[in-house]
């Protein structure tokens, strides 16, 4: 049973930190942009309407926006418990509102009505916050139609092991000393000055930084998310394939990812790997390359005749 508390913290901070606001698109913006367009483009072959588009925690909706514009003939829904960013994705939007955009007030642990079905459903940064993480998915599952598409970014638990254990000296740091202490601003010097710097590539790794990016790094709203959320539950590869399972879906690929570990592993030791199941070489591919983050489309599990 989810915890309600969790959610009302969750809803609490993001109504004090809307995310994610205007970003710099990354790497995993291209290679999502990428996926999406072939994904419209399968679906349309399909699709006897109108292709519908949800996404499963806006936040501040510039994704969706971004998607809305481009993609003109799609219909796009974004829904969000905060009501400070939804506030802010309707602003961003502009007063001459888009035919083919929506916004909604929606906690994700209620399942959306059965009429309201989706082609392709977007859960970015979301689901890690969220009090039960199978209730979402199975929730998103019923929303899905069923040759739809679910892309799913998730945080991993190895790759993201050392900046959970800085979060954790934060959180031992502002209780050491009682008083209003502004704590986005001691977050900010902690993340900029503490351990020499290191505190900061242990989030960001060893990923070259475009310039602009890094001026993300001053943002409180980013601060925030990264080093104050009340709620954040990290994953392997193995909790993560028994969670999408018991959601009723199966991981079709990995985004951005050479699953066949081509040019990091010899032709014995290739070999070998070749031999294991599909779920052993994600696990596989999860000890070896300790990401940060997952990032996997997900398909409806087909039931067996």
């Known amino acids: ?161 050392r900046h959970s254990l800085n979060v954790r000296l934060l959180s031992m740091l502002l209780r050491s000393k009682a008083g209003p202490a502004d704590r986005v601003e001691f977050a900010r010097e902690f993340v900029h000055n503490g351990g020499n710097g290191s505190v900061l590539s242990d989030l960001l790794g060893a990923v070259p930084v475009e310039a602009m990016q890094r001026t993300v790094f001053e943002d409180p709203v980013w601060i925030a998310d990264q080093f104050l959320n009340p709620q954040e539950k990290l994953l392997d590869m193995e909790d993560l394939l028994g969670l999408v399972s018991s959601s009723g879906f199966s991981i079709e690929h990995l985004l951005g990812v050479d699953e066949t570990l081509g040019k990091l592993l010899s032709p014995p030791l290739r070999e070998r790997f070749q031999k294991l199941s599909r779920n052993q070489q994600l696990i596989a591919l999860d000890l070896l390359l300790k990401p940060e983050r997952y990032f996997v489309a997900l398909r409806t599990l087909r039931k067996r005749t």
């Open 1 to 161: 049973m989810s915890d309600p508390t969790v959610t009302a913290k969750t809803r609490k901070f993001y109504e004090q930190f809307p995310f994610p606001g205007i970003r710099p698109i990354d790497r995993d913006g291209l290679i999502f942009m990428r996926h999406f367009t072939e994904s419209i483009d399968r679906s349309r072959e399909t699709a006897g309407a109108r292709l519908r588009v949800l996404d499963a925690g806006c936040g501040t909706g510039n994704t969706l926006l971004s998607l809305a514009r481009r993609f003109a003939s799609v219909d796009f829904v974004g829904v969000d418990q905060s009501r400070t960013s939804l506030a802010r994705a309707r602003a961003s939007a502009g007063p001459c509102a888009l035919p083919n955009l929506e916004y909604r007030t929606w906690n994700l642990l209620k399942p959306l009505p059965r009429t309201d079905q989706f082609d392709i459903i977007l859960c970015l940064g979301v689901l890690h916050h969220t009090a039960d993480m199978k209730k979402v998915l199975a929730n998103l599952r019923r929303s899905l139609t069923g040759n739809g598409e679910l892309y799913l970014w998730i945080y991993g638990k190895h790759g993201r092991y």
